[in-house]
T-cell receptor, first 112, second 118 residues
Framework: AQTVTQSQPEMSVQEAETVTLSCTYDTSESDYYLFWYKQPPSRQMILVIRQEAYKQQNATENRFSVNFQKAAKSFSLKISDSQLGDAAMYFCASQGAQKLVFGQGTRLTINP | DAMVIQNPRYQVTQFGKPVTLSCSQT?????MYWYQQKSSQAPKLLFH???????NEADTPDNFQSRRPNTSFCFLDIRSPGLGDAAMYLC?????????????????FGPGTRLTVL
């Protein structure tokens, strides 16, 4: 079974600052993937960044990067130089054999 | 552009009146998923089709059914909607390589259908 926990229901950050969203997970699978998805208000969910569990190197996509601590089962998302368009619900997710399991989400607010 | 399309975007139905939600995709993906997302909650997988094979989640109520007449289309049928079924319903697709039991397969989401039950 897989579980994903996001302990921060809401976060806020000043525009241009850096924010880190936390995520912990648990899985019995040896081969799995971790994702951060972004869901803006009334808009569709899109993939922000992904991490293969067998890779030690942390994934990076432009202003978005992760801190993957496999032993601690932690997978945090860092957003640098926050922009107003980053305001959204962010979901951490774990994928084993086909099934994607989401955390409860963190609502991120960007303060101008 | 290749995409996942959901119709309608907003659906209102009456308590107990059957309703069908539609999803279509131009990505030619072999897997299609239906998720239920209640307000301020995480999406919850209801079921998915791997090609023509239907895979139901153990805790999905019998009130929810699905059909996939071809690769491009998938339908969610709610036979007797209750007030608790009001939610956003998300369709997603992915391409899962045949014969690989566990692999990376990014899921592409549609915009969702918001269902209101009166």
């Amino acid at each position: 079974a897989q579980t994903v926990t996001q302990s921060q229901p809401e976060m806020s950050v000043q525009e241009a600052e850096t924010v880190t969203l936390s995520c912990t997970y648990d899985t019995s699978e040896s081969d799995y993937y971790l994702f951060w998805y972004k869901q803006p208000p009334s808009r569709q969910m899109i993939l922000v960044i992904r991490q293969e569990a067998y890779k030690q190197q942390n994934a990076t996509e432009n202003r978005f990067s992760v801190n993957f601590q496999k032993a601690a089962k932690s997978f945090s998302l860092k957003i640098s130089d926050s922009q107003l368009g980053d305001a959204a619900m962010y979901f951490c997710a774990s994928q084993g054999a086909q099934k994607l399991v989401f955390g409860q989400g963190t609502r991120l607010t960007i303060n101008p | 552009d290749a995409m996942v399309i959901q119709n309608p975007r907003y659906q209102v139905t009456q308590f107990g009146k059957p309703v069908t939600l539609s999803c279509s995709q131009t990505l030619n993906h072999n897997v299609m998923y239906w998720y239920q997302q209640k307000s301020s909650q995480a999406p919850k997988l209801l079921f998915h089709y791997y090609d023509k094979d239907f895979n139901n989640e153990a805790d999905t109520p019998d009130n929810f059914q699905s059909r996939r007449p071809n690769t491009s289309f998938c339908f969610l049928d709610i036979r007797s909607p209750g007030l608790g079924d009001a939610a956003m319903y998300l369709c997603a697709t992915s391409r899962l390589p045949i014969g690989v039991p566990s692999s990376y397969n990014e899921q592409f989401f549609g915009p969702g259908t918001r269902l209101t039950v009166l």
